[in-house]
Nanobody
Framework: QVTLVESGGGLVQAGGSLRLSCAASGRASSRYTMGWFRQAPGKEREIVARIWSGALAWYSDSVKGRFTISGDNANNLVYLQMNSLKPEDTAVYYC????????????????WGQGTQVTVSS
């Protein structure tokens, strides 16, 4: 079992940056694939980045080159650094954990945080 708590969301102008944090309690986050998802109003939840063992990262095409996922295994933290933000990045962002190494779909992630709102104004 693992409990996840996100923080760091907020309102930012287009072109700005935010860093989201996910604190994991229970089993060490390094033993899971940790993913960041987002869900905009009226849209399905989508994965934007995932990391395994604190190092092996994957990004969706929509955020590649702008977002960076990283892990602090010693403190069970996972971060999502978001740069060059666009209005279309506006969504609730969720941290999730999966025991599958290459997990991409929401159904492969049994553990979820409560979400943090990110709003990018134009």
């Amino acid at each position: 079992q693992v409990t996840l708590v996100e923080s760091g969301g907020g309102l930012v102008q287009a072109g700005g940056s935010l860093r989201l944090s996910c604190a994991a309690s229970g089993r060490a986050s390094s033993r899971y694939t940790m993913g960041w998802f987002r869900q905009a109003p009226g849209k399905e939840r989508e994965i934007v980045a995932r990391i395994w063992s604190g190092a092996l990262a994957w990004y969706s095409d929509s955020v590649k080159g702008r977002f960076t996922i990283s892990g602090d295994n010693a403190n069970n933290l996972v971060y999502l650094q978001m740069n060059s933000l666009k209005p279309e990045d506006t969504a609730v962002y969720y941290c999730a954990a999966s025991s599958s190494i290459a997990a991409l779909s929401t159904t492969m992630y049994p553990y979820w945080g409560q979400g943090t709102q990110v709003t990018v104004s134009s």
